[in-house]
């Protein structure tokens, strides 16, 4: 059964000959066919055409910042071609170390063997627990942050606030953020399922200024005055207690590489580190690390 | 003008082919990709465990098809009276000029994109259902209106399609038999036209499970069963557009089988309104 408005649009339209109309038909359709047969071959043929390749690999965390600066690298050097891959801190740590990628990406520190790589990191990147602007509370203990996030600590009155269940929201699982909250709060246990879920820092950041009992966390760069970062055992989120690491929830990025990067690989990474690299990282809300 | 008329056929042949494989290469993709994990966690598991920690290995869904299928309920409890009403009002008792605006209204709003919808809901309505009933406002409830909403333009037209579609002999020979406008559409109309209604509302119901963008910005996306219409909650597709942008290994595979799981659930409701269509 059409609906109506098709209809209406087909008998609105010119009774012409038949075969007259088929043709237009065709006419429309025959592009669609001839991009579908297209397709496949002309992404081959243009990434042939560049000079040298670089891969980078590795945690989902650093991913959408590496993608910016390969997206502006390449940009500028329309010779090289830059992929950025997910996949996990130690899936491309083990990557660079076998060589599948030039670079990986990670956001934990290096261990054990690991530590033989070339290390370089290139941000710090604070997390901030933020709450409305009209809740009271200015300071939180870690402990408590952890109680709440596992359900277990449900009403602002046990803080010592006016009573009412506290609304948590927190990141999508596989997010880097998500993660890193997880390593750095809550340790082995999981955050409980009651958690309304965001898939952004900017979504985080809205419910929480509009819904004046919840609790959630986002990029401490990211922080604005819709909302209030909360002091963590007295340590506020700033740019320098990131730096000198004094607020408890800051971890560092790192490229790391097999060998001492040279070539393509080493003109990256001095862009990365270059002031205009830092300025972009501190622009998407990490702390530079120069 | 013949010959040119064959290869014209051919090639509108042809095309149709590549649509029709398209589908198909979805499908053997989908099943492709998800059917692994279902295999490596067992059907049950899979389904009837509300565990879902797709990075620590947990890989429960029956949370979110629960909250799919109550969403949609919602959906329909909301959608159905209104749009049946409307499209009762408009085929029957509205005067032509009322029917001229109305009609071309109800369609724009099908193609107002659900992100709007969505955005609509977290500005307007969350705060109302916050403020007014309790709960974080992003809800079972805000999404039931918001869809509730989105397939009114879906029930409508085809409701209307299947009212004005019974002949107008019926309703002659019913008011002929001294019956009442309101006692013609109820005793004679309506039954008529009810396979069409049913096929109305299905397809609405396939819209509501189906649709992702608006429910995952009023729904919440909690992974608890919900006790409460105020209670966040996460559907089927809010699980696999909010999660798939980081996924990978086996938690790809499990956002791959959530889709399996959803495609079954929209094939079997579009197989039932092609049945109940075909019946009558």
């Known amino acids: 059964m059409p609906y109506p408005s098709q209809r209406t649009a087909l008998a609105g339209a010119h009774p012409a000959r038949g075969p007259l109309r088929l043709r237009v038909v065709v006419i429309f359709l025959l592009p669609f066919l001839m991009l579908l047969l297209l397709a496949p071959g002309g992404c081959r043929s243009r990434s042939a055409g560049h000079l040298s390749r670089l891969c980078v690999a590795g945690s989902t965390s650093v991913q959408p910042f590496a993608e910016k600066l390969a997206e502006i690298y390449m940009h500028q050097h329309p010779e090289v071609r830059i992929d950025v891959q997910g996949g996990g801190s130690s899936a491309g740590i083990f990557a660079a170390t076998q060589g599948a990628a030039e670079l990986g990406a990670s956001s934990r520190e290096l261990v054990g063997p690991e530590k033989n790589l070339q290390d370089i990191p290139i941000a710090y990147d604070g997390i901030a627990v933020i709450v409305h602007p009209s809740n009271p509370l200015a300071n939180i203990r870690l402990e408590d942050i952890r109680r709440i996030f596992q359900g277990q600590l449900t009403d602002w009155g046990l803080l010592g606030l006016k009573p009412h269940p506290i609304d948590i929201i927190t990141r999508e699982e596989g997010s880097g953020t998500r993660e890193a909250f997880e390593h750095l709060v809550m340790g082995t246990s999981e955050i409980t399922p009651g958690a309304l879920v965001q898939d952004s820092n900017g979504a985080v950041r809205e419910i929480v200024a509009g819904d004046p009992h919840s609790i959630g966390y986002i990029s401490a760069g990211l922080v604005n005055e819709q909302v209030k970062a909360l002091a963590i055992d007295g340590v506020l989120p700033t740019r320098e207690n990131i730096k000198n690491q004094k607020y408890r929830l800051v971890r560092r990025f790192h490229l790391v590489s097999k060998q001492p990067p040279g070539g393509a690989c080493k003109a990256f990474v001095d862009f990365v580190l270059s002031p205009q690299g830092q300025h972009l990282l501190e622009a998407e809300g990490l702390v530079g690390i120069k | ?280």
């Not at chain 2, 649509?19 to 499908?27: E, K």
């Open chain 2, 1 to 280: 003008m013949r010959t040119q008329g064959k290869f014209i056929e051919r090639v509108l042949f042809l095309l149709a082919l590549s649509a029709v494989s398209s589908l198909i290469l979805i499908t053997v993709f989908i099943f492709m990709e998800g059917l692994p994990l279902i295999v490596h966690t067992g059907l049950g598991n899979f389904i009837l465990s509300t565990h879902w920690a797709p990075t620590k290995g947990h890989f429960g869904i029956f949370a979110m098809i629960v909250s799919s299928i109550l969403v949609t309920l919602g959906a329909l409890a909301l959608g159905v009276p209104l749009g049946l009403s409307c499209a009762i009002t408009l085929a029957e008792f509205a005067p032509s000029p009322v029917r001229r605006v109305l009609k071309p209204a109800l369609e724009l709003l099908a193609g107002i994109p659900s992100v709007v919808y969505g955005f609509l809901g977290v500005v307007w309505l969350v705060p109302l259902i916050r403020e007014h009933l309790g709960g974080p406002g992003l809800s079972l409830l805000a999404a039931s209106i918001i869809l509730g909403i989105m397939i009114l333009p879906t029930v409508i037209s085809i409701s209307i399609d299947a009212l004005t579609a019974v002949p107008d002999i019926y309703r002659e020979g019913s008011i002929a038999l001294g019956a009442t406008r309101w006692q013609t559409v109820r005793r004679v109309v309506l039954p008529a036209a009810s396979s069409g209604i049913v096929t109305a509302i299905i397809l609405g119901m396939g819209r509501a499970v189906g649709e992702t963008m608006a429910v995952i910005m009023v729904a919440g996306n909690a992974l608890k069963l919900p006790t409460s219409v105020l209670d966040p909650v996460r559907t089927l597709t809010s699980n696999i557009a909010l999660e798939l942008a980081y996924a990978a290994g086996r938690h790809r595979e499990a956002l791959f089988a959530t889709g399996i799981v959803l495609f079954l659930i929209i094939m079997l409701l579009n197989f039932s309104a092609t049945l109940i269509t075909r019946r009558r």
